[in-house]
């Protein structure tokens, strides 16, 4: 039976890093840095529209594509499949996929491209399903897997708390359909839900519930909005039996991974988690430090990182889990 396999990784973030002092000056606003720093790791991020970049969704997918792309030296054209993991997309319609494809690629191929919108865990399930694409369809080669997030694109003026902790990226990896035999390669994935919880926190004006009006604009009831606190130790009992659940599924145990990569929003959330798991934080990676928190982004971006800073080697066995609005999450082991 065939597989999917890693063979590529690529990032990108727009302009040069803003440190939380930068941040700011730069946004007019208030956050207390030293504890953004201590508690949740966050130092440096990059927001393009502070830096003057023109730059949006479709770019940053596209850039940390055509990265991963090069990084597994394949042709771009024979990308089978482009699936962008967001909930920052470049317009409500056409998909992000679809314009990601028509830069690559440049002309009209059999190529598939859609969108998968699960807030912050849109690319642990577009990485499923475009796992599960590839090991039943022989005639698809390759498929392109992105997370990009562009929240700071939906920020309104003066918002101290999203500032803070939001920011630009995109990471992305390129998958090959492998035969069986071949020692890497995903393995399982699931995802859980609790849509009870969908008025927490989330972009809520500009579809068709809420369409934009001048009312809307003037009572700031538009960008990204914070409707109800989040529970604080939410991760911390959530991520544990989920990772249980998912060894359990691949008939392993904790101990049988060698690299986990959580959604990156909270480093001492992380290090409690890690430490409820019986490991050490050598077994995972963190970038919160480099982007602040970048969504759907932040678990291939640690991705690359990891790899290319040898954390992760070829037959390592890596989990990843990701949650975030909605509720959403999603979780996938694999061989690398």
């Not at 399982?188 to 989330?202: R, S």
């Amino acid at each position: 039976m065939a597989k999917a396999k890693i063979i590529g990784t690529g990032l990108y973030a727009p302009g040069e890093p803003l440190s939380n002092e930068e941040v700011i000056k730069l946004a007019n606003v208030e956050f207390d840095a030293a504890k953004m720093e201590e508690k949740l790791g966050i130092k440096n991020r990059h927001i393009a529209h502070l830096r003057g970049i023109e730059e949006t969704t479709a770019d940053f997918s596209t850039k940390a594509a055509l990265a991963a792309i090069e990084n597994a030296g394949i042709d771009k054209d024979e990308v089978g499949l482009f699936v962008v993991g967001t909930d920052t997309p470049e317009y409500i319609s056409p998909s992000t996929g679809v314009l990601v494809q028509g830069r690559v690629q440049n002309k009209e191929l059999k190529t598939a491209s859609f969108d998968v919108n699960a807030s912050c865990a849109g690319f642990t399930i577009a990485l499923d399903m475009a796992a599960s694409k590839l090991a039943v369809d022989p005639t698809m080669k390759y498929a392109v897997v992105v997370g990009v997030y562009n929240m700071p694109a939906f920020f309104t003026e003066g918002d101290a708390f999203a500032y803070s902790i939001f920011a630009d990226g995109a990471g992305a990896v390129v998958l090959e359909r492998v035969e069986d035999d071949d020692e890497s390669g995903y393995i399982n994935g699931f995802q859980i839900t609790d849509g009870t919880q969908w008025d927490f926190i989330g972009i809520y004006a500009g579809g068709a519930k809420n369409p934009i009006t001048h009312e809307r604009l003037d009572n700031k009831e538009y960008g990204l909005q914070l409707l109800k606190p989040l529970p604080g130790s939410r991760n911390i009992e959530l991520w544990p039996p989920i990772v249980e659940q998912l060894v359990e599924k691949a008939g392993m145990k904790v101990s049988d991974v060698d690299h986990f990569i959580f959604t990156q929003i909270n480093k001492s959330v992380i290090e409690e988690v890690v430490k409820i798991l019986g490991c050490g934080m050598d077994k995972t990676t963190t970038v919160m430090d480099k982007y602040g928190y970048t969504g759907s982004g932040c678990v291939p971006m640690a991705l690359h990182h990891a790899v290319t800073e040898g954390k992760i080697k070829r037959g390592d066995t890596v989990a990843f889990v990701a949650s975030g609005a909605g509720l959403s999450v999603g979780c996938n082991i694999f061989k690398f």
